[in-house]
């Protein structure tokens, strides 16, 4: 019944851009929490970025600050991720989230309170 789409994933040189897209269908979410986490191969689930739809606003990891936006657009139940200044480190699966409440600040980065997720696509920064 509930699924997030994902795209915009794909190769690029450090310091190049790309943006990822995540449209949620059988659910709204305009009153909860919609972010990405990403998992590089032999590595733990790392939280990037979230937007808390209702009295929230955006929040991002430190290893992002400064070069990843998330955006959000109510009426298409959807949230962008804008990725500029990549580095080979940010090389990684991204996957969408999203919860149907808010979270709040100290729960985002947990992945456990996430129970609809994307199938994930591949981030590849390299030289």
């Known amino acids: 019944q509930v699924q997030l789409v994902e795209s915009g994933g794909g190769a690029v040189q450090p310091g190049g851009s790309l943006g990822l897209s995540c449209a949620a269908s059988g659910r709204t979410f305009s009153s909860g929490t919609m972010g990405w986490f990403r998992q590089a191969p032999g590595k733990v689930r790392e939280f990037v970025a979230v937007?808390?739809?209702?009295?929230?606003?955006?929040h991002y990891a430190d290893s992002v600050k400064g070069r990843f936006t998330i955006s959000r657009d109510r009426a298409k139940n959807t949230v962008l991720l804008q990725m500029n200044s990549l580095k080979p480190e940010d090389t990684a699966v991204y996957y969408c989230?999203?919860?149907?409440?808010?979270?709040?600040?100290?729960?985002?980065?947990?992945?456990?309170?996430?129970?609809?997720w994307g199938q994930g696509t591949q981030v590849t920064v390299s030289s």
């Open positions: 989230a999203a919860i149907d409440s808010r979270l709040i600040l100290n729960r985002v980065w947990d992945a456990e309170n996430y129970p609809y």
């Open positions: 937007f808390r739809w209702t009295g929230g606003g955006s």
